[in-house]
C-alpha cells in the first residue's frame, strides 16, 4: 500500500469512526440539522473556517497563482474580504431570527409557502454549483496520487463517503469532520509556507524577485496562439508581479470587478456558511464563532501567498500537470500538491494530498447538508405537509433521501464538468448565491416596506439571471480545437463576454426586489418587521 493511499485511508477510518459517535447522538431535527445547538463558538469557528476553506482555496487558488501570478491572487483578496459581509450584516440577525435553514429568517415575515419554495430552490442551485467544483477537486487529487484509480471513480466515492456522514451523522457529524480538517488544513499549509520559505532563505525579497522573474504572455484581444496573437502581433509579456495575465482585454477590468462583487456579496448567500450559525446555542456564540473564523480564514488566504507564487516560482507552470502519453497535460488543481512534493518529497505530497481530501470531503458534507436541509425542512414539512403532523422521524428520513439524491446528481455534473477549474466553479457559485440570496435577506433584515412579492421576484430574478448568464459565458461556451485537452460544454462563440455574470445579476436581483416591493402593500409583512429587527438584535424569543 502507498504511503497516498495508507493517508487516504487513516482520514476515511476516523471520519467514519466520528460519524459513528455522531449517529448515536442523532435523532431529532434538531440533533440532525443543527447538531442539537450543542456547539461553541470556538468549536465553530474552526468548523465555519473549515467550511469555508474549501478545495477551491487550497487547490484552485494556488493554481491560479501558479498560471497567472497577481490577477490569481485577486481570488485571495475577494475571499477574505468577503467574510467581512457575514460579520458584520449577517451572522447575528440570521442567529436570532432562524431555526434551521436560510428560508427561516425570510418566512419570519414572509409568510407565504412561496417563499420558503423559492429559498429552497435557490440553496439547492448554489449547494450544486459549490459542491461540483469540491468534487472536480477530488478527482484532479486522486488521480494524481492514486493512478488506479481514475477521475471518474473518485469522485464517486467522494460521493459516497459524503453521503455516509450526512445520512447517518447528521450535523453533528458533518460539524466535526470540518474541525478535524481546519486543523489538519492550517498545520499543512503553514508548514508548507515554511518550506517555500526555506528556499529562499526567508527572505521576502528574494522571494518576490523571484515571482517577478516569472512571465507570461497576453494579447490585447483573444489568446496566443503559436507564439503570435490574432492578426499576427506580438504578444504582450509581463511578470507575475503585475496585473493583466488573466483579466485583459476589452472585458478584463470589468470581469474582475464582477468577481469582486460576487466574492463579497455571495459569502453572505452561501447555504451551508449561513446554517453554521444555527448550530451554537446563542447570538454571542454565533459572533464568537465568527470572530476565530476570520482569524482562521484570514491567516490561511495570506499564505495562499507562498502557496502560489511558490508553485511559480519552484515548481514552473509548463510542470503543473498530469502526465500522459509522454506529455503534461496542464492541470491547475495540482499547483499546491505538486508544490508539497518539490519542497518535501513524496510523505509530503502524501500528507497535504490527504489534507486536500479532507478538505473536500468536509465541504461537500456540509453542502449537503444544507441542501437536504432545504428540501426536507423547507420543501417537505413548511410546503407539502403545510407544517402539520411534526413527525420528527419523518422529517429526519425525508431529510436522508434528499441527501443521497442530491449527491447523485452532482456526482453526474461533476464528471461533465471535469476539466474546470475548481475556485473558477465556486467563484460561479458565489454569483448565484450573491444574486438571489443576498438581496431577500439583507432587504427582509433592514428594509420595513419588503414584502413576499419582492422576495419571489428577487430570488427568481437573481438566480435566473445568473444561471442564463453563466451558461451563455465562456464558461460553457466556446469553440475548441479537436486535439484541445479539455472541451466547452457548448462548442459555440460565447454570447455573454465575462466569466463571472455578478456584475450584471446581483444589480438585477436587488432591482426586481426592490420594484416588486413598490408593486404592492403587505400590511402583515410591515407589522412583523418590528418585532424582527428586536429579535435580530438583542435575541429576545430566539430559538
Not at 426586489?513 to 402593500?521: C, D, H, T, V
Request: hydrophobic share 55%.
Amino acid at each position: 500500500m502507498t504511503t497516498s493511499l495508507l493517508m487516504f485511508v487513516a482520514f476515511v477510518l476516523l471520519t467514519l469512526g466520528i460519524t459513528f459517535w455522531a449517529s448515536r447522538r442523532t435523532q431529532t431535527t434538531a440533533e440532525f440539522y443543527s447538531a442539537g445547538r450543542s456547539i461553541t463558538g470556538f468549536q465553530n469557528g474552526w468548523a465555519v473556517a473549515g467550511d469555508y476553506m474549501s478545495a477551491a482555496s487550497f487547490l484552485g487558488i494556488a493554481g491560479l497563482i501558479a498560471f497567472y501570478g497577481y490577477d490569481g491572487f485577486m481570488y485571495s483578496v475577494g475571499w477574505l474580504v468577503a467574510y467581512l459581509t457575514v460579520l458584520l450584516l449577517v451572522a447575528e440577525p440570521l442567529r436570532n431570527t432562524g431555526k434551521f435553514t436560510m428560508a427561516d429568517v425570510l418566512a419570519f415575515r414572509l409568510k407565504s409557502p412561496k417563499v420558503r419554495t423559492v429559498a429552497a430552490i435557490s440553496t439547492l442551485t448554489v449547494s450544486l454549483f459549490y459542491m461540483i467544483a469540491q468534487m472536480v477537486g477530488a478527482g484532479s487529487l486522486v488521480s494524481l496520487l492514486i493512478p488506479q484509480i481514475s477521475f471518474n471513480l473518485a469522485i464517486v466515492m467522494v460521493g459516497a463517503l459524503m453521503l455516509v456522514y450526512v445520512i447517518f451523522g447528521g450535523m453533528l457529524a458533518t460539524t466535526w469532520v470540518q474541525i478535524v480538517k481546519a486543523v489538519l488544513l492550517m498545520m499543512g499549509t503553514i508548514l508548507l509556507s515554511l518550506l517555500v520559505m526555506y528556499r529562499f532563505n526567508f527572505s521576502f525579497l528574494q522571494f518576490f524577485d523571484a515571482v517577478a522573474g516569472v512571465t507570461g504572455q497576453v494579447c490585447a484581444e483573444g489568446a496566443v496562439k503559436d507564439g503570435v496573437c490574432p492578426g499576427g502581433g506580438a504578444p504582450i509579456t509581463k511578470d507575475f508581479t503585475q496585473p493583466g495575465l488573466y483579466y485583459h482585454g476589452k472585458w478584463g477590468p470589468l470581469s474582475l470587478i464582477s468577481l469582486g462583487i460576487a466574492l463579497i456579496f455571495g459569502t453572505a448567500g452561501l447555504p451551508h456558511i449561513l446554517v453554521r450559525f444555527y448550530t451554537v446555542p446563542s447570538a454571542i456564540a454565533a459572533r464568537t464563532s465568527v470572530v476565530w473564523a476570520m482569524i482562521l480564514i484570514g491567516s490561511f488566504y495570506i499564505m495562499t501567498t507562498f502557496l502560489g507564487f511558490g508553485a511559480a516560482t519552484l515548481v514552473g507552470k509548463a510542470n503543473i500537470g498530469l502526465m500522459k502519453e509522454g506529455k503534461i497535460v496542464p492541470n491547475q488543481n495540482l499547483a499546491a500538491p505538486l508544490l508539497a512534493q518539490e519542497v518535501g518529497g513524496e510523505i509530503f505530497l502524501s500528507f497535504v494530498a490527504a489534507i486536500a481530501f479532507a478538505t473536500i470531503l468536509a465541504v461537500v458534507a456540509g453542502l449537503t447538508i444544507a441542501s437536504s436541509s432545504a428540501f426536507a425542512h423547507d420543501i417537505w414539512f413548511s410546503v407539502v405537509k403545510r407544517g402539520e403532523g411534526h413527525d420528527e422521524k419523518e422529517q429526519v428520513r425525508v431529510a436522508r433521501i434528499a441527501a443521497a439524491l442530491i449527491g447523485v446528481l452532482s456526482i453526474g455534473m461533476a464528471i461533465a464538468l471535469r476539466s474546470l477549474n475548481v475556485a473558477f466553479l465556486v467563484g460561479l457559485a458565489f454569483a448565484v448565491a450573491a444574486s438571489a440570496n443576498v438581496p431577500a435577506i439583507l432587504l427582509t433584515l433592514y428594509w420595513r416596506r419588503f414584502n413576499t412579492t419582492g422576495m419571489v421576484t428577487g430570488m427568481l430574478v437573481g438566480l435566473i439571471s445568473s444561471v442564463v448568464l453563466i451558461v451563455l459565458s465562456p464558461a460553457v461556451m466556446g469553440v475548441d480545437p479537436p486535439t484541445a485537452a479539455s472541451r466547452h460544454l457548448i462548442q459555440a462563440a460565447a454570447i455573454f463576454p465575462l466569466d463571472n455574470p455578478a456584475v450584471v445579476s446581483v444589480p438585477l436581483g436587488f432591482l426586481a426586489a426592490i420594484l416588486g416591493s413598490l408593486l404592492s402593500r403587505d400590511p402583515v409583512s410591515e407589522a412583523a418587521y418590528s418585532e424582527l429587527n428586536v429579535r435580530a438584535n438583542t435575541g429576545l424569543g430566539a430559538v
